[in-house]
């Protein structure tokens, strides 16, 4: 089974990616998912959260107030590393029982879709080949806006925290080019690229 890493900056199309691999016969873990889910009503990060940065951070329902703390950290740098500390190993946790179920069941390409993964460092080690969705700063600002709807400062302290775009395509094994919209042309790539991974 080829232990596949897929990465990109914001707004590169990396999500797009993971489904038409799917579409494909692979397995995707999706580690932001995983992540939602540990800081939802009930998650197994709440109750570190609330004790590490306080009830404030908690909403009525009782999952992560997403929009506090995206200012929060932006404002506060460490906290970034803080809220990491908790949410990272219980994602680690999850997604290798996730792949050990993949691989008994005898999947030929497991992807794990990870925004974070040359920002994170833990994770190149568990993997074959990294493959990264690229775009310029310009198409990634673009579709931002269109999808979230942020301004220009918050998608740019967004980008600032993320991995420079060439720091990414040096963690590369593989890259595909996502520049223009639509469906079309990335899915010629994914197929193409899909050969080389078992798919």
Known sequence: MLRLGLTGGIGSGKSTVA???AD????VLDADAISRATTQAGGSAMAAIAHQFG??????EGALDRDRMRRHVFEHPQARHQLEQIIHPLVAQAMRAQT???RQSGTRCLVHDIPLLVESGRWRH???RVL??????TA??????ARNGWDDDTITSVLRNQSPRLVRLAAADAVLFNE???????TVQVRAIAVRFGL
Do not use: I, T
Not at 132 to 137: M, Y
Not at 140 to 145: C, F, I, L
């Open 19 to 21: 489904r038409l691999m």
């Open 24 to 27: 494909l016969g692979a397995v």
């Open 55 to 60: 009830a404030d951070f908690v909403n009525a």
């Open 100 to 102: 050990e179920a993949a």
């Open 126 to 128: 568990a993997l074959d």
């Open 132 to 137: 990264v969705v690229d775009c310029s700063e």
């Open 140 to 145: 990634q600002r673009r579709r931002v806006k």
């Open 180 to 186: 223009h919209d639509g469906l079309a042309p990335l």
